[in-house]
Nanobody, 122 residues
Framework: QVQLVESGGGLVQAGGSLRLSCAAS????????MGWFRQAPGKEREFVAA????????YYGDSVKGRFTISRDNAKNTVYLQMNSLKPEDTAVYLC???????????????WGQGTQVTVSS
């Protein structure tokens, strides 16, 4: 059973930084794509960042390019999202996702964590 557990959210002032973690368990993820999405109240779930667990290219949503970085630690089976230069519009629940063949929309990802709240104050 796949389990994804996010942590690291919180309240931060605009311009600050946070690092989110996603601890993955339940299977070998070497062939999976790993991603971060976010959802603000009343808004559609939005793609933030993704990468292959095996490494290689990383992908970012336009609104976070140059500010956020996705990475992973194989030994800890954990994916990270480093968020810098945070803005109030980054406020959302951030969710970790995994899938063997993910697409560009959130509906194509099969495994999800419960989410962690990030609030950026102005």
């Amino acid at each position: 059973q796949v389990q994804l557990v996010e942590s690291g959210g919180g309240l931060v002032q605009a311009g600050g930084s946070l690092r989110l973690s996603c601890a993955a368990s339940g299977r070998t993820f070497s062939s999976h794509g790993m991603g971060w999405f976010r959802q603000a109240p009343g808004k559609e779930r939005e793609f933030v960042a993704a990468m292959r667990w095996s490494g290689g290219s990383t992908y970012y949503g336009d609104s976070v390019k140059g500010r956020f970085t996705i990475s992973r630690d194989n030994a800890k089976n954990t994916v990270y999202l480093q968020m810098n230069s945070l803005k109030p519009e980054d406020t959302a629940v951030y969710l970790c996702a995994a899938d063997t063949s993910p697409g560009s929309t959130w509906q194509t990802w099969n495994y999800w964590g419960q989410g962690t709240q990030v609030t950026v104050s102005s």
